[in-house]
């Protein structure tokens, strides 16, 4: 495999790594938006004043080139995206119905085989459940988290049948920050009677089951909740979109606001709802992501 940006005897030390995927999601009229969680997250940063390093991979092809070209544009840092000529650049096809997105995750894909080199994260390491489905990506991961310092903000990011509930859960346990909706937590649990109305005890329970520091927990329109270590706040009803175009990466955006809140050390009143507010603009626009850097700076535009 080719890695052509850092050294592999170099060492980078970087505030924030966002680790796995980077893909374009095709919608039913055939329009592709780049994406994939961590992708969006880094995006999202970039647009809030932050500098992260997103390692990923793409492959030798047109795809690979319109990422990196997209990153570049975006002033987001290319350094930690890798290029593998034996597979492919990944792809999602996206399905909308009742304004619910579904996903057909291409596999194997160049994010399957991401590198460690040489990067050290200071203080938060984002990854999700999907960085974890290759074994040469997740040997990666652990070797990151194995040499940084960093806060680990562990998004679960359930796409069937693209995970396992063991590896899932080892990946639990331990986190410092956990991220996951209402239906991923009746996953988790094994429990249908969970609801968004109740899920205060539910996430104690996860807390407590699985020695996680704090749980960011959203319901869609019916609002999202922040508790553990560092508080509780809840927002509920989630504000409504205006207009609403579709529910693509509004979940990766509003992480995206979490973590600027972290590592702008809002309270976490601040976050849940602020970050709210940001999820529902992103709904107003196709995909995840804006290239307006107005549109990351100013809540109202």
């Not at 909308?96 to 200071?122: K, L, M």
Request: contains cysteine.
């Amino acid at each position: 495999m080719q890695v052509d940006s850092m050294p592999a005897q170099s060492v980078r030390v970087t505030e924030v790594v966002s680790f796995g995927e980077v893909l374009y999601d095709v919608f039913p009229n055939g329009k592709r938006v780049l994406g994939g969680a961590p992708f969006n997250v880094a995006w999202g940063l970039k647009g809030f004043g932050h500098d992260p390093l997103l390692l990923s991979a793409v492959g030798a092809d047109l795809l690979g080139r319109q990422v990196r070209d997209g990153m570049s544009d975006w002033q987001l840092s290319v350094e930690g995206l890798q290029v593998d000529p034996s597979l492919a650049t990944g792809e999602v096809y996206v399905t909308i119905e009742n304004d619910e997105p579904s996903y057909e995750i291409g596999t194997p894909r160049a994010w399957d085989s991401i590198q460690v080199t040489g990067v050290v994260a200071r203080r938060i390491i984002y990854h999700g459940s999907l960085a974890t489905r290759s074994a040469v990506s997740e040997a990666s991961l652990r070797a990151l988290i194995e040499c940084s310092p960093a806060t680990r903000f562990f998004d679960v990011n359930l796409r069937a049948p693209y995970y396992e509930m063991k590896s899932l859960r080892q990946w639990m346990r331990g986190a410092n920050w956990l991220k996951l909706n209402i239906d991923e937590l009746a996953i988790v649990l094994g429990d249908r009677s969970v609801t968004f109305q109740n899920g205060d005890k539910y996430v104690e329970r996860l807390i407590d089951d699985f020695e996680i520091e704090n749980v960011l927990l959203t319901g869609g329109a019916q609002g999202a909740l922040i508790q553990g270590a560092c508080g509780y706040a809840r927002c509920s009803p989630a504000p409504t979109p205006q207009p609403f175009v579709d529910a693509v990466g509004a979940g990766d955006l509003f992480t995206a606001y979490t973590i600027h809140g972290i590592l702008s050390n809002m309270s976490v009143e601040q976050i849940v709802t602020s970050a709210s507010a940001f999820a529902a603009k992103v709904c107003g626009v196709p995909g995840a992501t804006s290239g307006r850097k107005s549109f990351y700076m100013n809540l109202d535009s």
